[in-house]
């Protein structure tokens, strides 16, 4: 992501004013149509917690999401409408250190009930190899990658990865690729919306208890089905699944530092052949929404395989799934065949 292409937070302050106006323009006539009738109105910052609002919310809640189905949501550009739109809200559930344009629209718009998710559970620090059984590298290997001394620092990590990965000491912000840390945030927002909504927490109990049974059981899935590979290693261009990795005893390997959209050095193609030599790799992963190009030109190079691992940013025709859970599933069985896990 690159920060500079990302709207200022005077032009939020702006924009919020526009946003304002231009719903209070259309109000009367949303109101004569019933709009959402008793519905709380949710916004949603992008598609993992536009799925939970869902699931939790039911029939009680009406979700819009502020990242469109197919736009990568670092990437994310909010209209004036949109920043507007978020004022209006009855409930925000957000994660904090993904968008930050977003963080700085939800900063100004004064909603009481702003869930952040990262605070509902613990966030860790990722380098682009993680393992579930060896942290050794991460400080020596990635000490500059997540470097957070001063802004300029920041901003120029923020460039270089296509991530923000938070204020709080270049944390993690990908939890929702563990179903575990993901079922524990479920619970959050399910408390959450139970005392934003007091009329309707029962449903908002019976629902919160329903979704984080089903992540109990993709979590099982990954248990087993991850148990026993030929090899712990994936190489994958979009370093987001550091918490997945760590989960199931896993070493990831992302291609730190160079954009999706960028080829990689010469220099990091050798690293990763003589990774996937030492550790029997097979595969180089690339994501739904964005350019194959690297993981292409790294197989090509080094023989290994393409494969796809959806981080689960947004949902397209393109997705190996419908919702949440079945992209989770699809990804179990690319891991499950990359890894030669039986």
């Not at 007091?198 to 919160?208: F, L, V």
């Not at 087993?224 to 994958?236: C, E, S, V």
């Not at 220099?267 to 350019?291: D, G, N, P, W, Y």
Request: proline share 4%; glycine share 10%.
């Amino acid at each position: 992501m690159n920060v500079r292409r990302l709207i200022p937070t005077t032009a939020v302050a702006g924009a919020v004013v526009l946003g304002l106006t231009a719903l209070s323009a259309c109000s009367t006539s949303d109101a004569a149509d019933g709009g959402n009738g008793d519905k709380l109105k949710v916004t949603a910052s992008f598609y993992p917690m536009q799925f939970l609002a869902e699931r939790i919310g039911g029939e009680h809640v009406a979700v819009t999401s502020l990242t469109k189905p197919g736009v990568e949501p670092h990437d994310l550009e909010l209209t004036p409408r949109q920043i507007g739109s978020i004022s209006e809200s009855d409930y925000v559930l957000y994660l904090k250190g993904i968008q930050p344009a977003v963080d700085d629209a939800i900063k100004q718009s004064g909603v009481q009930n702003t869930v952040d998710a990262a605070t509902l559970t613990t966030l860790e620090n990722h380098g682009s190899e993680v393992s579930g059984h060896d942290h050794a590298h991460e400080g020596e290997e990635h000490a500059d990658e997540h470097g957070h001394e001063g802004e300029e620092a920041h901003e120029e990590h923020s460039e270089g990865d296509g991530h923000n990965h938070g204020e709080e000491g270049g944390a993690d912000p990908h939890i929702w690729l563990d179903p575990v840390k993901y079922a524990e945030v479920a619970k959050g927002v399910g408390k959450s919306l139970e005392k934003a909504d007091p009329d309707h927490a029962a449903d908002y109990k019976k629902n919160t208890d329903a979704l984080v049974a089903e992540l109990g059981e993709l979590n099982t899935a990954y248990e087993t089905g991850l148990k026993n590979p030929a090899t712990k290693t994936f190489i994958t261009t979009h370093s987001a699944f550091g918490y997945l990795a760590e989960r199931y005893g896993l070493t990831q390997q992302g291609i730190a530092g160079i954009d999706p959209e960028a080829e990689p050095s010469p220099a990091r193609i050798q690293e990763i052949h003589t990774i996937a030599e030492k550790e029997k790799a097979t595969t180089v992963f690339f994501e739904t929404l964005a350019s194959d190009k690297t993981a292409k030109t790294l197989a090509k190079d080094t023989g290994l395989k393409t494969g796809v691992l959806d981080p689960l940013e947004g949902i397209t025709e393109k997705s190996q799934g419908a919702d949440y859970i079945e992209v989770m599933e699809s990804n179990l069985a690319a891991l499950q065949k990359a890894l030669g896990a039986k």
